[in-house]
């Protein structure tokens, strides 16, 4: 028989600053109520000068190696879709900043915000082929929009890092996926913008068709009938998206929408993202993470999770929650990481939106300000140089 494979730890990090949404909608006009029931968000995480995808992604992974060390990752996947090169992998940095073997593999992969999946998926399947090896898998995004866009409110920054191997402490992931892809125009950033594009309606349609059409190929592959879940953890843009999602399922599947069966079914999985913002690839992940930390025991429950990138590709799979798996959990880690950070007013946050990212190649000494494990320390001849703080 094949071993259970999936997610053996899971470990997330954000930024040193963070804008309320009680700060925005106070210089921007809006009625607050639209922020944090209509989107269901309270604050945005927002990078300091000497912060990126590289930087979260390293303070995600630094527990993961502390606790686990290197000899069996083989393999490091780096999902995103805010890249800081369009050549070399941003994994090879984290490689470099965590001391990982030269034999390793390191790649990066794009598709939106389902990035992170397809990362998961992929290291599933190298641990079937040889169960001794282990994956680590990193989504590290940070979310940005024009500023005045409607966007701009649903922005943000984090990283995730899993480890992927066989007999996993926390999630098994189980077949069958259910696949979607639809070329659509929803969200995107051409390579000349450092802020996506997007139809903000438009997108949300494009999200709900996908999450049936993906749920429908997931029921017809054998998957698990509706009732067998335990919960839901859906990509959040932001986090009534959920809300949206889990209802249009259920109104798919032909059933009652309730709504305390709907928070029931999504309730703990927005906690962390309500504070963070969209975190694009790592999104669906820190909603894994909250809901494994905080919500009541869910050992042996399935969790229905459905990955959603805009352009638009989307996964429905399930994944068993492992008996213990709270041994294993990072709850005190992820609550300090998102109450360490730094309040930022908007003057603060509109300087740092932009200019956060030079992209003249000019040599830049990056001012110190992250109180995070590792930094940007500068541009120099066209190549961004990493050092631990
Ligand atoms: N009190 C309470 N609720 C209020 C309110 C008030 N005073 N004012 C408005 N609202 C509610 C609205 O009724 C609406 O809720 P419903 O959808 O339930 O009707 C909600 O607040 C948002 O209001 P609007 O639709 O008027 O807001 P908007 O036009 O400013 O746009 C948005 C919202 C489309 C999400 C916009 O923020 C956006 O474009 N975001 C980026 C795109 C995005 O996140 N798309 C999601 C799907 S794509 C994806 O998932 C990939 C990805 O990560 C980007």
Known sequence: ARPAVGIHDLSAATTHHVLTHATLAATNGTDVAKYHR??????????????????????????????HGTDRI????????????????????VHS?????????????????????AGLQFAVGL???????????????????????????TQGAAAVAMLVGADPALVRVEDPSGMFTADVMDFWRPN??????????????????????????????????????????????FPR?????????????????????????IGHTTGYNAEIGNSYTASMYLGLAALLDTADDLSGRTIGFLSYGSGSVAEFF??????????????DQHRAAIDRRQEVDYDTYRELHEHAFPV??????????????????????????????
């Open 318 to 331: 399930a994944g068993t929650v492992v008996p213990g798996y709270r041994e294993h959990t990072r709850p």
């Open 360 to 389: 003249d190649g000019g040599d830049y000494p990056v001012p110190a300000v992250t109180t995070g494990p590792y930094r940007l320390a500068g541009l120099s001849g066209h190549k961004r140089v990493y050092e631990p703080r």
């Open 74 to 93: 083989r393999t490091i996947v780096f999902a995103t879709e805010s890249s800081v090169d369009q050549a070399k992998a941003a994994g090879i940095h």
């Open 241 to 265: 998206m959920a809300d949206k999602a889990h209802r249009h399922l259920l109104n798919y599947c032909g059933r009652d929408v309730d709504d305390a069966l709907v928070a029931g079914a």
């Open 38 to 67: 209509g989107i269901g968000l309270r604050a945005m995480s927002v990078p300091a000068p000497d912060e990126d995808i590289v930087t979260m992604a390293a303070a995600a992974a630094a527990p993961v190696v502390a606790r």
């Open 192 to 237: 000349y913008r450092t802020t996506a594009l997007v139809d903000g309606h438009e997108s949300i349609s494009a999200y709900l068709q996908a999450v049936e059409g993906s749920w429908k190929d997931y029921t017809e592959r054998g998957g698990r009938a509706l009732d067998e879940f335990g919960a839901f953890c859906y990509h959040q843009p």
């Open 127 to 153: 641990v079937h082929r040889d169960p001794s090896q282990q994956v680590l898998v990193i989504a590290s995004d940070v979310s940005k929009y024009a500023l005045g866009e409607p966007g701009e409110a």
């Open 97 to 117: 900043l965590l001391g990982f073997p030269s034999a390793t593999r390191v790649v990066e992969l794009k598709q939106a915000c389902y990035g992170g999946t």
